[in-house]
Protein backbone atom coordinates (compact mmCIF):
# COMPACT_ATOMS: atom_id res chain seq x y z
CA UNK A 1 0.00 0.00 0.00
CA UNK A 2 1.28 3.66 -1.12
CA UNK A 3 1.07 6.10 1.97
CA UNK A 4 1.85 9.68 1.99
CA UNK A 5 4.00 11.25 5.23
CA UNK A 6 5.33 14.15 6.24
CA UNK A 7 9.06 14.47 7.54
CA UNK A 8 10.75 17.14 9.30
CA UNK A 9 15.07 17.61 8.51
CA UNK A 10 17.38 19.99 10.12
CA UNK A 11 19.88 22.02 8.51
CA UNK A 12 22.39 23.27 10.97
CA UNK A 13 24.63 26.10 11.20
CA UNK A 14 26.28 26.37 14.55
CA UNK A 15 23.56 27.32 16.70
CA UNK A 16 21.05 28.38 14.36
CA UNK A 17 18.77 25.87 12.81
CA UNK A 18 16.32 26.54 9.42
CA UNK A 19 13.41 23.88 9.14
CA UNK A 20 12.90 21.75 5.90
CA UNK A 21 10.03 20.15 5.23
CA UNK A 22 9.52 17.54 3.04
CA UNK A 23 6.91 15.03 1.81
CA UNK A 24 7.99 11.61 1.23
CA UNK A 25 5.99 8.79 -1.04
CA UNK A 26 6.90 5.93 0.43
CA UNK A 27 5.59 1.80 -0.21
CA UNK A 28 7.08 1.10 3.67
CA UNK A 29 10.41 0.44 3.15
CA UNK A 30 13.19 3.04 3.23
CA UNK A 31 15.32 1.99 0.32
CA UNK A 32 12.36 3.25 -2.41
CA UNK A 33 11.33 6.64 -1.05
CA UNK A 34 10.89 9.12 -3.36
CA UNK A 35 10.88 12.88 -2.88
CA UNK A 36 7.44 14.23 -4.27
CA UNK A 37 7.20 17.68 -3.11
CA UNK A 38 9.52 19.76 -0.42
CA UNK A 39 9.42 23.35 1.23
CA UNK A 40 12.78 24.75 1.68
CA UNK A 41 12.58 27.58 4.36
CA UNK A 42 16.14 29.81 3.04
CA UNK A 43 14.90 33.09 1.13
CA UNK A 44 16.69 33.62 -1.66
CA UNK A 45 17.98 30.22 -2.79
CA UNK A 46 18.03 27.96 -5.50
CA UNK A 47 18.07 23.82 -5.37
CA UNK A 48 18.22 21.00 -7.32
CA UNK A 49 17.83 16.97 -6.47
CA UNK A 50 20.72 15.02 -7.93
CA UNK A 51 20.24 11.09 -9.07
CA UNK A 52 21.28 9.49 -5.27
CA UNK A 53 18.28 11.93 -4.26
CA UNK A 54 20.78 15.01 -2.66
CA UNK A 55 19.49 18.40 -2.25
CA UNK A 56 22.19 20.24 -3.70
CA UNK A 57 21.44 24.00 -2.27
CA UNK A 58 22.93 27.24 -4.47
CA UNK A 59 24.52 30.45 -2.90
CA UNK A 60 24.03 30.82 0.81
CA UNK A 61 24.53 35.02 0.07
CA UNK A 62 21.53 35.95 1.78
CA UNK A 63 22.34 34.03 5.19
CA UNK A 64 22.74 35.56 8.19
CA UNK A 65 24.19 34.66 11.81
CA UNK A 66 23.44 36.63 14.61
CA UNK A 67 25.86 34.96 16.83
CA UNK A 68 29.33 37.35 17.95
CA UNK A 69 31.79 34.49 17.94
CA UNK A 70 35.67 35.31 18.47
CA UNK A 71 38.14 35.08 15.70
CA UNK A 72 39.71 31.76 17.42
CA UNK A 73 35.84 30.03 17.17
CA UNK A 74 35.24 31.48 13.97
CA UNK A 75 38.51 29.79 12.65
CA UNK A 76 37.87 26.69 14.48
CA UNK A 77 34.19 25.76 13.63
CA UNK A 78 34.34 27.87 9.72
CA UNK A 79 34.66 24.93 6.92
CA UNK A 80 37.33 25.24 4.84
CA UNK A 81 36.02 24.30 0.99
CA UNK A 82 37.68 23.19 -2.10
CA UNK A 83 36.62 22.58 -5.32
CA UNK A 84 35.93 18.84 -4.59
CA UNK A 85 32.97 17.30 -2.91
CA UNK A 86 33.92 17.46 1.03
CA UNK A 87 31.47 16.04 4.00
CA UNK A 88 30.69 19.20 6.55
CA UNK A 89 31.09 18.16 10.47
CA UNK A 90 28.08 18.99 12.68
CA UNK A 91 28.27 22.74 13.82
CA UNK A 92 30.70 23.93 11.13
CA UNK A 93 29.77 27.13 9.42
CA UNK A 94 29.50 26.80 5.73
CA UNK A 95 30.82 30.56 4.04
CA UNK A 96 28.52 31.76 1.25
CA UNK A 97 28.79 31.49 -2.76
CA UNK A 98 29.12 27.47 -1.37
CA UNK A 99 27.74 24.66 -3.44
CA UNK A 100 26.06 22.72 -0.71
CA UNK A 101 24.70 19.08 -0.88
CA UNK A 102 22.55 17.39 1.63
CA UNK A 103 21.79 13.65 1.48
CA UNK A 104 18.39 13.03 3.16
CA UNK A 105 18.82 9.14 3.03
CA UNK A 106 22.30 9.72 5.31
CA UNK A 107 21.86 12.82 6.80
CA UNK A 108 25.27 13.50 5.39
CA UNK A 109 25.87 17.35 4.34
CA UNK A 110 28.85 18.09 1.59
CA UNK A 111 30.17 21.32 -0.16
CA UNK A 112 32.11 22.73 -1.80
CA UNK A 113 33.21 25.34 -4.64
CA UNK A 114 31.29 26.52 -7.01
CA UNK A 115 32.41 26.08 -10.50
CA UNK A 116 31.52 28.19 -13.49
CA UNK A 117 29.76 26.13 -15.33
CA UNK A 118 27.67 25.91 -12.12
CA UNK A 119 27.75 29.73 -11.40
CA UNK A 120 25.22 30.16 -14.75
CA UNK A 121 22.76 27.86 -13.40
CA UNK A 122 21.84 29.99 -10.41
CA UNK A 123 18.33 30.08 -9.34
CA UNK A 124 17.54 26.83 -11.12
CA UNK A 125 16.38 23.50 -10.82
CA UNK A 126 18.66 21.11 -12.86
CA UNK A 127 16.73 18.05 -14.44
CA UNK A 128 18.35 14.52 -15.07
CA UNK A 129 21.32 14.06 -17.22
CA UNK A 130 20.92 12.83 -20.20
CA UNK A 131 22.53 9.45 -20.75
CA UNK A 132 23.08 10.06 -24.69
CA UNK A 133 26.45 11.38 -26.20
CA UNK A 134 25.00 15.10 -26.49
CA UNK A 135 23.92 16.30 -23.10
CA UNK A 136 21.11 19.04 -23.25
CA UNK A 137 20.69 21.49 -19.73
CA UNK A 138 16.60 21.62 -19.04
CA UNK A 139 15.85 24.37 -16.97
CA UNK A 140 12.80 24.81 -14.78
CA UNK A 141 11.43 27.48 -12.75
CA UNK A 142 10.92 26.11 -9.05
CA UNK A 143 7.31 26.43 -8.88
CA UNK A 144 7.40 24.33 -12.07
CA UNK A 145 9.61 21.81 -10.31
CA UNK A 146 6.95 21.62 -7.56
CA UNK A 147 3.78 21.45 -9.86
CA UNK A 148 5.83 18.11 -11.83
CA UNK A 149 6.41 16.60 -8.72
CA UNK A 150 2.80 16.78 -7.45
CA UNK A 151 1.65 15.36 -10.45
CA UNK A 152 3.65 12.43 -10.09
CA UNK A 153 1.11 10.25 -8.88
CA UNK A 154 -1.77 11.55 -11.87
CA UNK A 155 0.14 10.05 -14.27
CA UNK A 156 -2.30 7.41 -15.39
CA UNK A 157 -3.58 7.36 -18.80
CA UNK A 158 -7.28 9.36 -19.27
CA UNK A 159 -9.83 8.05 -21.71
CA UNK A 160 -9.19 11.69 -22.63
CA UNK A 161 -5.67 11.29 -23.09
CA UNK A 162 -5.87 8.07 -25.00
CA UNK A 163 -8.54 9.67 -27.23
CA UNK A 164 -5.64 12.21 -27.99
CA UNK A 165 -3.23 9.80 -28.87
CA UNK A 166 -5.77 8.49 -31.16
CA UNK A 167 -6.28 11.48 -32.96
CA UNK A 168 -2.26 11.79 -32.88
CA UNK A 169 -1.32 8.47 -34.80
CA UNK A 170 -2.75 6.98 -38.05
CA UNK A 171 -4.22 3.26 -36.94
CA UNK A 172 -3.30 0.28 -39.09
CA UNK A 173 -5.35 0.65 -41.93
CA UNK A 174 -4.65 3.87 -42.30
CA UNK A 175 -1.06 2.75 -42.79
CA UNK A 176 -1.59 0.73 -45.14
CA UNK A 177 -3.92 2.96 -47.47
CA UNK A 178 -0.86 5.41 -47.22
CA UNK A 179 2.09 3.00 -48.21
CA UNK A 180 -0.98 1.59 -51.24
CA UNK A 181 -0.64 5.16 -51.96
CA UNK A 182 3.25 5.49 -53.27
CA UNK A 183 2.68 1.62 -54.43
CA UNK A 184 4.20 -0.42 -50.93
CA UNK A 185 1.81 -2.94 -50.31
CA UNK A 186 2.52 -5.12 -46.99
CA UNK A 187 1.83 -8.62 -48.34
CA UNK A 188 0.82 -11.78 -46.36
CA UNK A 189 3.51 -14.48 -46.75
CA UNK A 190 0.85 -16.94 -48.68
CA UNK A 191 0.06 -13.70 -50.97
CA UNK A 192 3.55 -13.88 -51.80
CA UNK A 193 3.69 -17.77 -52.73
CA UNK A 194 0.45 -17.07 -54.89
CA UNK A 195 2.31 -14.15 -56.43
CA UNK A 196 5.96 -16.12 -57.19
CA UNK A 197 3.48 -18.78 -58.67
CA UNK A 198 1.70 -16.77 -61.00
CA UNK A 199 4.70 -15.24 -61.86
CA UNK A 200 6.52 -17.89 -62.57
CA UNK A 201 3.80 -19.30 -64.35
CA UNK A 202 3.45 -16.38 -66.68
CA UNK A 203 6.98 -16.07 -67.31
CA UNK A 204 7.04 -19.90 -68.67
CA UNK A 205 4.56 -18.78 -70.95
CA UNK A 206 7.92 -16.18 -72.80
CA UNK A 207 10.89 -16.92 -73.87
CA UNK A 208 13.16 -17.98 -70.78
CA UNK A 209 14.28 -14.99 -68.39
CA UNK A 210 16.85 -17.25 -66.48
CA UNK A 211 17.74 -14.29 -63.83
CA UNK A 212 13.61 -13.80 -63.17
CA UNK A 213 13.34 -17.27 -62.71
CA UNK A 214 16.36 -17.88 -60.51
CA UNK A 215 15.09 -14.76 -58.13
CA UNK A 216 11.68 -16.70 -58.15
CA UNK A 217 13.32 -19.51 -56.81
CA UNK A 218 15.29 -17.97 -54.50
CA UNK A 219 12.63 -15.74 -53.10
CA UNK A 220 9.84 -19.22 -52.44
CA UNK A 221 13.01 -21.20 -50.74
CA UNK A 222 13.32 -18.29 -48.15
CA UNK A 223 9.25 -18.58 -47.69
CA UNK A 224 9.09 -22.52 -47.38
CA UNK A 225 11.73 -23.33 -44.69
CA UNK A 226 8.43 -22.36 -42.55
CA UNK A 227 6.08 -25.44 -42.15
CA UNK A 228 2.98 -23.39 -42.54
CA UNK A 229 4.64 -21.98 -45.84
CA UNK A 230 5.43 -25.52 -47.21
CA UNK A 231 2.19 -26.77 -46.74
CA UNK A 232 0.95 -23.91 -48.33
CA UNK A 233 3.34 -24.20 -51.46
CA UNK A 234 1.91 -27.64 -51.66
CA UNK A 235 -1.43 -27.06 -51.56
CA UNK A 236 -1.00 -24.03 -54.45
CA UNK A 237 0.56 -26.73 -56.85
CA UNK A 238 4.21 -25.43 -56.45
CA UNK A 239 5.80 -28.57 -57.18
CA UNK A 240 3.71 -29.33 -60.40
CA UNK A 241 4.09 -25.54 -61.71
CA UNK A 242 7.36 -24.79 -60.17
CA UNK A 243 10.03 -27.56 -59.16
CA UNK A 244 9.38 -30.48 -61.74
CA UNK A 245 9.05 -28.22 -64.62
CA UNK A 246 12.49 -26.49 -63.64
CA UNK A 247 14.22 -30.28 -63.14
CA UNK A 248 14.05 -30.76 -67.24
CA UNK A 249 15.96 -27.12 -67.57
CA UNK A 250 18.98 -27.09 -69.43
CA UNK A 251 20.05 -24.42 -67.15
CA UNK A 252 22.24 -25.75 -64.22
CA UNK A 253 22.04 -22.99 -61.65
CA UNK A 254 18.23 -23.40 -62.17
CA UNK A 255 17.81 -27.40 -61.50
CA UNK A 256 20.25 -26.39 -58.43
CA UNK A 257 17.90 -23.89 -57.20
CA UNK A 258 14.97 -25.92 -58.04
CA UNK A 259 16.75 -29.00 -56.18
CA UNK A 260 17.25 -26.50 -52.90
CA UNK A 261 13.90 -25.37 -53.24
CA UNK A 262 12.48 -29.10 -52.94
CA UNK A 263 14.89 -30.30 -50.16
CA UNK A 264 13.29 -27.25 -48.14
CA UNK A 265 10.02 -27.92 -48.77
CA UNK A 266 10.04 -31.27 -46.88
CA UNK A 267 12.77 -31.28 -44.65
CA UNK A 268 11.43 -32.33 -41.24
CA UNK A 269 7.95 -32.09 -42.58
CA UNK A 270 5.71 -35.08 -42.93
CA UNK A 271 3.00 -34.02 -44.66
CA UNK A 272 5.56 -32.40 -47.87
CA UNK A 273 7.43 -35.71 -47.51
CA UNK A 274 4.13 -37.85 -48.08
CA UNK A 275 3.08 -35.20 -50.74
CA UNK A 276 6.78 -35.81 -52.40
CA UNK A 277 6.73 -39.81 -52.61
CA UNK A 278 3.64 -39.60 -53.84
CA UNK A 279 4.26 -37.55 -57.00
CA UNK A 280 7.20 -39.43 -57.75
CA UNK A 281 10.03 -37.55 -56.07
CA UNK A 282 11.89 -40.83 -55.49
CA UNK A 283 12.40 -41.48 -59.21
CA UNK A 284 12.58 -37.97 -60.35
CA UNK A 285 15.80 -37.50 -57.66
CA UNK A 286 17.16 -40.90 -58.67
CA UNK A 287 17.12 -39.68 -62.27
CA UNK A 288 19.04 -36.46 -62.07
CA UNK A 289 21.60 -38.15 -59.93
CA UNK A 290 22.63 -40.46 -62.76
CA UNK A 291 21.92 -38.73 -65.67
CA UNK A 292 23.58 -35.62 -64.75
CA UNK A 293 27.33 -34.58 -65.01
CA UNK A 294 27.25 -31.29 -62.88
CA UNK A 295 28.20 -31.90 -59.42
CA UNK A 296 26.54 -29.22 -57.90
CA UNK A 297 23.61 -30.14 -59.35
CA UNK A 298 24.17 -33.87 -57.93
CA UNK A 299 25.01 -32.66 -54.33
CA UNK A 300 21.51 -30.66 -54.20
CA UNK A 301 19.68 -33.54 -55.85
CA UNK A 302 21.17 -35.93 -52.58
CA UNK A 303 20.07 -33.02 -50.32
CA UNK A 304 16.69 -33.51 -51.53
CA UNK A 305 16.50 -36.82 -51.49
CA UNK A 306 18.07 -36.64 -47.93
CA UNK A 307 15.15 -34.57 -46.75
CA UNK A 308 13.01 -36.79 -48.37
CA UNK A 309 14.19 -40.05 -46.96
CA UNK A 310 14.75 -39.11 -43.30
CA UNK A 311 12.32 -40.72 -40.84
CA UNK A 312 10.07 -41.75 -43.35
CA UNK A 313 10.67 -45.92 -43.92
CA UNK A 314 8.09 -46.09 -46.82
CA UNK A 315 10.01 -43.92 -48.72
CA UNK A 316 13.47 -45.31 -48.04
CA UNK A 317 11.72 -48.89 -49.19
CA UNK A 318 10.51 -46.80 -52.75
CA UNK A 319 14.24 -45.66 -52.97
CA UNK A 320 15.89 -49.75 -52.59
CA UNK A 321 13.23 -50.53 -54.71
CA UNK A 322 13.83 -48.20 -57.43
CA UNK A 323 17.39 -49.24 -57.61
CA UNK A 324 18.71 -45.96 -55.22
CA UNK A 325 21.80 -47.59 -53.45
CA UNK A 326 23.30 -48.84 -57.23
CA UNK A 327 22.94 -45.31 -57.78
CA UNK A 328 24.59 -44.59 -54.83
CA UNK A 329 27.73 -47.48 -55.51
CA UNK A 330 28.05 -46.44 -58.57
CA UNK A 331 28.87 -42.93 -57.59
CA UNK A 332 31.24 -43.75 -55.42
CA UNK A 333 32.61 -46.35 -57.07
CA UNK A 334 33.68 -44.15 -60.49
CA UNK A 335 33.22 -40.53 -59.53
CA UNK A 336 36.34 -38.67 -58.15
CA UNK A 337 34.44 -36.24 -56.60
CA UNK A 338 35.06 -36.52 -52.28
CA UNK A 339 32.45 -34.03 -51.90
CA UNK A 340 29.41 -36.02 -53.29
CA UNK A 341 30.56 -39.47 -52.20
CA UNK A 342 31.08 -37.90 -48.31
CA UNK A 343 27.56 -36.87 -48.33
CA UNK A 344 26.60 -39.97 -50.00
CA UNK A 345 27.96 -42.42 -47.10
CA UNK A 346 26.65 -39.75 -44.37
CA UNK A 347 23.02 -39.88 -45.67
CA UNK A 348 23.30 -43.48 -45.58
CA UNK A 349 24.91 -43.67 -42.21
CA UNK A 350 22.22 -41.95 -40.70
CA UNK A 351 19.43 -44.49 -42.11
CA UNK A 352 21.25 -47.25 -40.69
CA UNK A 353 21.36 -45.23 -37.44
CA UNK A 354 17.76 -44.59 -37.53
CA UNK A 355 17.20 -47.91 -38.10
CA UNK A 356 18.94 -49.01 -34.53
CA UNK A 357 17.12 -46.10 -32.91
CA UNK A 358 13.83 -47.35 -34.31
CA UNK A 359 14.09 -50.90 -32.46
CA UNK A 360 15.90 -49.53 -29.02
CA UNK A 361 12.78 -47.34 -28.65
CA UNK A 362 11.03 -50.13 -26.98
CA UNK A 363 8.45 -47.06 -25.04
CA UNK A 364 7.72 -45.63 -28.87
CA UNK A 365 3.43 -45.91 -28.85
CA UNK A 366 3.70 -47.27 -32.47
CA UNK A 367 7.19 -49.24 -31.92
CA UNK A 368 5.71 -52.04 -33.71
CA UNK A 369 4.78 -50.51 -36.37
CA UNK A 370 7.84 -48.60 -36.97
CA UNK A 371 9.77 -52.00 -36.12
CA UNK A 372 7.62 -53.44 -39.03
CA UNK A 373 8.03 -50.68 -42.00
CA UNK A 374 12.01 -50.59 -41.29
CA UNK A 375 12.33 -54.47 -41.80
CA UNK A 376 10.69 -54.23 -45.10
CA UNK A 377 13.31 -51.67 -46.08
CA UNK A 378 15.67 -53.93 -44.52
CA UNK A 379 18.78 -51.84 -45.24
CA UNK A 380 21.74 -53.58 -43.71
CA UNK A 381 21.31 -56.82 -45.73
CA UNK A 382 20.67 -54.79 -49.18
CA UNK A 383 23.74 -52.75 -48.13
CA UNK A 384 25.73 -56.09 -47.77
CA UNK A 385 24.84 -57.23 -50.77
CA UNK A 386 25.44 -53.96 -52.81
CA UNK A 387 29.20 -54.44 -51.38
CA UNK A 388 28.99 -51.37 -49.26
CA UNK A 389 32.00 -52.28 -47.27
CA UNK A 390 34.34 -51.87 -50.41
CA UNK A 391 33.10 -48.55 -51.24
CA UNK A 392 33.88 -47.26 -47.94
CA UNK A 393 37.39 -49.09 -47.94
CA UNK A 394 37.74 -47.34 -50.79
CA UNK A 395 36.69 -44.07 -49.94
CA UNK A 396 38.44 -44.01 -47.05
CA UNK A 397 41.63 -44.92 -49.25
CA UNK A 398 40.90 -41.49 -51.43
CA UNK A 399 40.55 -39.29 -48.40
CA UNK A 400 43.79 -40.30 -46.94
CA UNK A 401 46.10 -40.47 -50.43
CA UNK A 402 43.88 -36.84 -51.45
CA UNK A 403 44.91 -35.39 -47.82
CA UNK A 404 45.54 -37.53 -44.82
CA UNK A 405 45.34 -34.03 -42.64
CA UNK A 406 41.81 -33.73 -43.57
CA UNK A 407 40.64 -35.04 -40.44
CA UNK A 408 36.64 -34.20 -40.90
CA UNK A 409 36.25 -36.15 -43.98
CA UNK A 410 38.52 -39.00 -42.02
CA UNK A 411 36.08 -38.52 -39.20
CA UNK A 412 33.30 -39.12 -41.02
CA UNK A 413 34.84 -41.99 -43.27
CA UNK A 414 35.69 -43.73 -40.18
CA UNK A 415 32.31 -43.61 -38.72
CA UNK A 416 30.34 -45.18 -41.17
CA UNK A 417 33.00 -47.83 -41.50
CA UNK A 418 31.85 -48.30 -37.68
CA UNK A 419 28.00 -48.20 -38.40
CA UNK A 420 28.63 -50.78 -40.77
CA UNK A 421 29.61 -53.59 -39.27
CA UNK A 422 29.43 -56.60 -41.44
CA UNK A 423 32.81 -56.20 -43.52
CA UNK A 424 33.91 -59.24 -45.46
CA UNK A 425 37.11 -61.02 -45.39
CA UNK A 426 38.68 -59.96 -48.59
CA UNK A 427 38.46 -56.03 -47.54
CA UNK A 428 40.06 -56.37 -44.35
CA UNK A 429 43.71 -56.30 -45.58
CA UNK A 430 43.07 -53.08 -47.31
CA UNK A 431 41.78 -51.51 -44.47
CA UNK A 432 43.98 -52.69 -41.26
CA UNK A 433 46.86 -51.80 -43.65
CA UNK A 434 45.18 -47.59 -43.99
CA UNK A 435 43.76 -47.75 -40.34
CA UNK A 436 47.36 -48.67 -39.32
CA UNK A 437 48.35 -46.15 -40.72
CA UNK A 438 46.24 -43.43 -38.96
CA UNK A 439 46.46 -44.56 -35.92
CA UNK A 440 50.13 -44.13 -36.01
CA UNK A 441 49.01 -40.31 -37.27
CA UNK A 442 46.78 -39.65 -34.84
CA UNK A 443 48.64 -41.34 -32.29
CA UNK A 444 51.68 -38.66 -32.41
CA UNK A 445 49.16 -35.85 -32.67
CA UNK A 446 47.67 -36.82 -29.60
CA UNK A 447 51.07 -36.52 -27.59
CA UNK A 448 51.61 -33.31 -29.01
CA UNK A 449 48.23 -31.69 -27.67
CA UNK A 450 48.40 -30.35 -24.27
CA UNK A 451 46.76 -32.53 -21.67
CA UNK A 452 44.00 -30.33 -20.68
CA UNK A 453 42.82 -29.12 -24.33
CA UNK A 454 40.36 -30.83 -25.96
CA UNK A 455 41.92 -33.83 -27.71
CA UNK A 456 40.49 -34.17 -30.83
CA UNK A 457 43.26 -36.22 -31.87
CA UNK A 458 42.60 -38.98 -29.05
CA UNK A 459 39.08 -39.63 -30.17
CA UNK A 460 40.19 -40.18 -33.75
CA UNK A 461 43.14 -42.46 -32.47
CA UNK A 462 40.08 -44.28 -30.68
CA UNK A 463 37.92 -44.60 -33.66
CA UNK A 464 41.05 -46.49 -35.37
CA UNK A 465 40.93 -48.78 -32.28
CA UNK A 466 37.25 -49.36 -32.26
CA UNK A 467 37.58 -49.76 -36.19
CA UNK A 468 40.06 -52.32 -35.90
CA UNK A 469 38.82 -54.37 -33.49
CA UNK A 470 35.67 -54.33 -35.30
CA UNK A 471 37.67 -56.43 -38.25
CA UNK A 472 39.03 -58.93 -35.17
CA UNK A 473 42.29 -57.21 -35.64
CA UNK A 474 44.43 -57.21 -31.88
CA UNK A 475 45.07 -53.34 -31.82
CA UNK A 476 47.97 -54.64 -29.29
CA UNK A 477 49.99 -56.45 -31.47
CA UNK A 478 49.85 -54.12 -34.14
CA UNK A 479 53.12 -51.90 -33.24
Known amino acids: MVMIKNKNMDLEDGNDKWQMKRSILTDGTSDNNQIVDFDVNL ?11 NLIIFDFSELQCNRNETPEENE ?54 STTDETTEVKFSEAELKEALKNIKNDDVTSEHAEKIRTKFKSYEELKKDLNSININPKTANEILIERIQQHKDISKRPANEEYILMILQDLEFLVHQIDNANDFVTLNGFQEVIYPNLNSSNAKIKESSLNLLGSCMQNNPKVQIYGLETGAVGILLKVLALNSDYNVKNRAVFALGSLLRHFPLAQLRFVENAGLNVFGSLLEKSNNLR ?21 NLKSIHYLEKVQQYNQVNLSNKLQSQNWCAYLAKLLVNVVNVDVHDHDAIEKALTALLSFNACKAEDKSSLVKILLRLKLQYANLSASVQLDDDNYFKELLNLCDKVLRLLNYDVKTEL
Open 76 to 129: KDLFVATHEWQVVKKGQKIPKGLHVRINFETGITEAKILDENELSSKNTAIVAE
Open 340 to 360: IQLKIVTLVNDLILEHESAVR
Open 43 to 53: PNTSFSLDSNQ
